[in-house]
């Protein structure tokens, strides 16, 4: 199975850094009634409820991870995520591929319908 991999942002905004170390596992949760990202999926810890958020922009995401806009629409419901560095900026975590799903949408060819209108 296939390792993806995404950044944790926003820790400063709630408990900081400081209790997060490798080997960790984070609860991946999509938000998309969150008013500012549509895409945006929270990352919990037990206890605590969200901790940050899966990096959505180019400026946040750290090395080969992935935004949350990627994986929006492929996150399975009880995903989660392993913490494998904590960096200056930002957290640097793994998810495996078991969690996402295969995208089943074909791009299909919309027949246009050359019927004139009936007045």
């Known amino acids: 199975m296939k390792t993806y991999y995404f ?41 605590l409820g969200t901790i940050g958020y899966v990096a959505n922009s180019t400026h946040t995401v750290i090395g080969e991870s992935h935004s949350a806009g ?23 975590c793994s998810i495996d591929g078991k969690y996402l799903e295969k995208s089943s949408k074909k791009k299909s060819k919309k027949k246009v319908d050359d019927t004139p209108f009936e007045i």
């Open 7 to 47: 950044t944790i942002t926003g820790l400063n905004y709630r408990f900081g850094d400081k209790f997060i170390d490798p080997g960790m596992e984070v609860k991946l949760v999509k938000e998309p009634d969150n008013e500012y990202d549509k895409e945006a999926i929270k990352v919990e810890l037990p206890g």
């Open 70 to 92: 990627y994986y929006c629409d492929k996150l399975v419901k009880g995903a989660v995520g392993k913490v494998l560095y904590k960096l200056p900026s930002g957290v640097l």
